[in-house]
């Protein structure tokens, strides 16, 4: 029998944190492990949202089957949302 898990990356807080996951979950069933994995526990599960690369919202009881090939980001809720390249680029300014 084949094994119904596969990786699902979600960057939490901008750290990527790699799952296995059932496809036919839904989001807010590895919001928790996402959280833990990446050692963002000070604050409760509904404080957290998931987002797009684009900055939309998305919801939290679609099936991960449904989000196949996004890149998932995993914010605190009313934080400024902004894609954030890497590695960094840090610009000082000579004077």
């Known amino acids: 029998m084949a094994n119904p898990h596969e990786s699902l990356v979600v960057v939490v807080n901008g750290t990527p944190v790699t799952l296995d996951v059932n ?3 839904v989001l807010q069933s590895v919001l928790a492990k ?3 994995e990446s050692g963002n526990t000070g604050q409760p599960p509904d404080a957290w949202e998931f987002r797009d ?3 939309h919202l998305l919801d939290p009881h679609k ?3 449904g989000v ?3 890149q998932l980001f995993l914010n605190l809720k009313g934080r400024r949302w902004r894609v ?3 590695p960094w680029l840090i610009l000082r300014s000579r004077g």
């Open 23 to 25: 496809p036919n979950a």
């Open 34 to 36: 996402a959280l833990q």
């Open 53 to 55: 690369k684009d900055g």
């Open 63 to 65: 099936k991960i089957f």
């Open 68 to 70: 196949r090939g996004v």
């Open 84 to 86: 954030v390249p890497t």
